[in-house]
């Protein structure tokens, strides 16, 4: 099946610094999504890349579409408190999405 | 305020019992989606339903069951219930069919507890 292998699983760093993490899977995908989860809500969509190549900005968040369709990174940059959360890769392929595992961010102020 | 409602936030209960689970999708939305997610995983895609109709079926078991109503809410019915069940359920919508999964909007979730 389309598995998602996303790392880490957890970062800690100090406020400030920046931050990368990708996602890689053995099958390839239309689009690339990446969530943020915060405790006690549900996941909110940060990013959503249709094409390979396809390199994206919100703010202080950059993510890139891997030119073979099988890999996505996410960067923060200057990390603030309010960053703190799950951040989830999703992958979607005939309109079936699939997640990673999600990576668990704590930033130190 | 996502505009998808769950309830309960959280639920407490036996192995062995069953519970229903409640969405009421974003005003508008047609389709209705369940994930299940355990502790430390990703949000494993259970079922799909489009105006009252199942579209999509994923991993979800043979005690679990779902339908959505009418009015366009929806219900995850949970059986026989095991350890294994403890998880967060979350439920999305979206407005059509074959939307893109940009267009999903993701309710709170509803915490379970088996013990």
């Known amino acids: 099946g389309q598995q998602l292998n996303q790392s880490p699983q957890s970062m800690f760093i100090q406020e400030g610094e920046d931050v990368s993490m990708n996602c890689t899977s053995s099958?390839?995908?239309?689009?690339w999504l990446w969530y943020k989860q915060e405790p006690g809500e549900g996941p909110v969509l940060l990013i959503a890349?249709?094409?390979?190549?396809e390199l994206t900005s919100n703010g202080r968040l950059t993510a890139q579409f891997g030119i073979t369709r099988k890999d996505s990174f996410l960067n923060i940059s200057a990390s603030i408190p309010s960053d703190v959360g799950i951040y989830f890769c999703?992958?979607?392929?005939?309109?079936?999405?699939?997640f990673g595992a999600g990576t668990r961010l704590t930033v130190k102020p | 305020d996502s505009g998808v409602t769950q309830t309960p936030k959280h639920l407490i209960t036996a192995t062995g019992q069953r519970v229903t689970l409640r969405c009421s999708p974003r005003?508008?939305?047609?389709?209705v989606y369940w994930y299940q997610q355990s502790l430390d995983q990703g949000l494993q895609f259970l079922i799909q339903?489009?105006?009252?109709?199942?579209?999509a079926k994923g991993n979800i078991l043979e005690r679990f069951s779902a339908q959505q109503f009418p009015d366009l809410h929806s219900e995850l019915n949970l059986s026989s219930l095991e350890l294994g069940d403890s998880a967060l359920y979350f439920c999305?919508?979206?407005?059509?069919?074959?939307?893109?999964?940009?267009?999903?909007?993701f309710g709170s979730g509803t915490r379970l507890t088996v013990v």
């Open positions: 999305a919508s979206s407005a059509r069919f074959r939307d893109s999964p940009f267009g999903y909007t």
């Open positions: 005003s508008g939305d047609l389709s």
């Open positions: 099958s390839i995908f239309n689009t």
């Open positions: 999703a992958g979607t392929f005939n309109n079936d999405m699939r």
């Open positions: 890349l249709y094409k390979a190549g």
């Open positions: 339903y489009y105006n009252g109709e199942e579209r």
